[in-house]
């Protein structure tokens, strides 16, 4: 393996929550003085 140090289901556990309805609902929420900051994009695998 290349990378042996890279703890993969930790990685694999991040994407997971990266591309969930509850990170896409924080994502599209963030907004300063009405304006959002951020568009969710990301799609799951």
Not at 12 to 36: H, P, V
């Amino acid at each position: 393996s290349l990378h042996t140090h890279v703890k993969y289901q930790l990685v694999e556990k991040l994407e997971n929550w990266l591309t969930s309805t509850t990170a896409k609902s924080m994502i599209n929420g963030y907004e300063i003085d009405g304006q959002a900051l951020f568009t969710f994009n990301a799609e799951p695998k």
